[in-house]
């Protein structure tokens, strides 16, 4: 009786997400990743634990301020190649509601007991705090932690307490994979057995000339407080290529070495990988067999995103924090040649409301950047994001308020001359 009332549940419930996820789509009415989930939940209240259980070698989840929708893409490029079967959300919808719409999007069958070998989910900080449990992940992956929406988050030193805190109760249930050049991540390695953990990093030191751009140095430890570990994956010989990749040597546990050629922009993006690699290592995929994908992997969905406009390349940068910004100035700092920038700067809910956060990224570092042409603002904070640039002491250059961001689009590109 039991199995039936679950089968008409989850029944029920993929057709209803299917139902409101078209017609959301139908209507532009977003992008239908949320809002589906939610009313799910609201119709049936256990139906995300009623598919946690449904995948038969289990949970990997990747958290984190930065990176977390590049590094669960390119995990699960990897494990697909590998054979495995895999669930994930690919749009990077990482609340609660998110995972459970994109789990009944999946082209599964409510009979089956199991749906897929792993679920690679990446997940909201917050809400792996709160829902740790009803997990149970296998894998947890943590890319890094910085200041993020603060109105939603706290403090890092905060968050990492908590993190700490949940892992330390798993004892051998779960795995963590860790960035060993962040020092906020590294304390918590500290709390799990040496068996249960793996560290990835770089080894260059001229990739961190400037620390504070990859990691996040303002927390209550301090940097000089934490000990950074010994790595077991990490990237040396590392030359970058601007925004068409980056070339390095990937090494394993002193021992095996691969050549990786990657199309994916900056060194942040090299840190995704390995996090990505780490875990395929830790579920028995061999190095060897990584080297194929990686060489073809492009950027997801919004992050370093390519398009073609009338000739003339454009990209698309998300950026949601001070480090996550600075990563991206300094990556366009290597451009050549003369461009327009657009930056839209949103309060609504999935944003953050607080954007103070703008007061702690170092766009003065934009000036190094040359024949910068014009700049405008867009979005609900637009006029917030021209005040920050202003007390940045711009060049004499165009700086313009649109908070329409279409007609900002529009009106700028119209403006692109044949260089651009």
């Known amino acids: ?78 494990m697909q190649n590998a054979g495995y079967k895999v669930c994930t959300n690919s749009r990077g919808a990482n609340l609660v509601t998110g995972i459970v719409t994109s789990l009944l999007l999946a082209d599964t069958r409510p009979a089956d007991d199991y749906i897929a070998d792993y679920a690679v989910f990446e997940i909201d900080e917050a809400v792996l705090i709160k829902s740790f449990q009803l997990f149970k992940p296998q894998i947890l992956v943590v890319t890094n932690f910085s200041r993020d929406q603060l109105d939603r988050y706290g403090e890092v030193d905060s968050n990492v307490n908590r993190i700490m805190e949940l892992v330390r109760n798993t004892g051998d249930r779960c795995k963590v994979v860790l960035n060993g050049n962040d020092p906020n991540i590294a304390r918590i390695g500290s709390v799990v057995k040496p068996v249960n953990r793996f560290y990835f990093g770089v080894k260059q030191t001229n990739t961190f000339a400037d620390a504070g751009l990859l990691i996040e140095q303002d927390t209550g430890k301090g940097l000089d407080a934490v000990e950074l570990p010994a790595l077991d994956l990490w990237a040396e010989d590392i030359q970058t290529e601007y925004l068409s990749g980056s070339h390095f040597k990937m090494v394993y546990d002193h021992q095996h070495n691969l050549n990786v050629a990657l199309q994916l922009p900056g060194v942040y993006n090299i840190l995704n990988v390995l996090a990505a690699i780490s875990v395929c290592l830790t579920v028995g995929i061999s190095l060897d067999k990584t080297q194929p994908v990686l060489s073809r992997i492009k950027s997801s969905y919004g992050r370093s995103e390519y ?106 590109t119209q403006r692109l001359q044949d260089d651009e």
Not at 68 to 77: A, C, H, P
Not at 336 to 348: A, Q, S, T, V
């Open 1 to 78: 009786m039991k199995l039936k009332k679950n089968y008409l549940t989850l029944l029920s419930a993929r057709i209803i997400v299917r139902l409101i996820y078209k017609l959301s789509r139908c209507f532009n009415l977003g992008e239908g990743s949320n809002i589906p989930g939610k009313i799910a939940m609201r119709i049936f209240p256990n139906i995300l634990a009623m598919q946690v259980p449904r995948f038969q070698k289990g949970w990997i989840m990747i958290t984190g301020t930065n990176g977390k929708t590049t590094t669960t893409k390119i995990l699960v490029e990897l």
């Open 307 to 412: 398009f073609d406009f009338q000739g003339h390349p454009i990209y698309l940068f998300l950026v949601k924090n001070p480090v996550g910004f600075n990563h991206i100035i300094q990556l366009l700092n290597q451009a050549r040649g003369p461009k327009r920038i657009l930056f839209l700067l949103n309060d609504l809910t999935a944003d953050g409301t607080d954007v103070s956060w703008i007061w702690d990224v170092a766009l003065e570092n934009l000036w190094k950047m040359r024949e910068i042409r014009e700049i405008v603002t867009s979005g609900t904070r637009a006029g917030d994001m021209a005040l920050r640039i202003k007390y940045a002491h711009p060049p004499d250059l165009p700086l313009s308020v649109d908070y329409n961001p279409k007609h900002a689009y529009r009106e700028l």
